[in-house]
């Protein structure tokens, strides 16, 4: 009877580890909340046309933006907390875009098929990625092109300015072995552009 009691004691302990590991290194919308409040401002976001022509407190409005968008597109099981508010940020405030472009472009940035659908695969494909500014930044350049789009870009130039506040510095990712690293070469104009299709 000791045995049993101390095992489960045990067993529970190490699960209970295990979760505080998980947790803390899993993508949080709590985290994002004070950022998304402070972007958004008066009316917190919520768009009254979609939502229902009333006022909403700062708890309603989280409570949708947590349920319709954080858990919609799977952020706690994002692996880095800057790739998962990059791209939830954009469709909070861009929508998916015509086509789920706004989708897409993440998924073309991760490498998996475009098909504007954002699945726990496609997460798992980019919580692989050793650098997270290796996502988080083309996205950002992605977002910055998208509302260079929009008609009223002009109008809002605190659209660009919330993108760019996700942009993150680059890692110093040396390899000692490879020596390309230290020849300079002429640039190449198309290096690094990434082509998405936009029917707007």
Known sequence: MLKKAIFSLLAISVLS??????VNNAASFNKYAPKL??????????????????IFTKDEALKIHRHFYWNRYHGN?????????VLIDHLINAGEGANKMN????EKII????DGVLSKED??????????????????EYRLRYYRTRKDAKKNPGWFKRAKSFRMEESIQEDETVIEDYIVLPKNKN??????????
Request: glycine share 8%; hydrophobic share 40%.
């Open 17 to 22: 580890f295990v979760c505080v590991i998980f």
């Open 37 to 54: 409040l402070k972007f958004e401002g008066e009316g917190y976001g919520i768009h009254k046309p979609i939502w229902g022509d009333r």
């Open 77 to 85: 099981s994002f692996k880095s907390q800057e790739v998962a508010e």
């Open 103 to 106: 989708i897409r472009a993440f």
């Open 111 to 114: 490498g998996v098929s475009q």
């Open 123 to 140: 997460v798992l494909v980019a919580n692989n990625f050793e650098y997270p500014e290796d996502i988080v930044n083309p996205y950002v």
């Open 191 to 200: 290096s690094g552009e990434m082509v998405i299709e936009d029917k707007l």
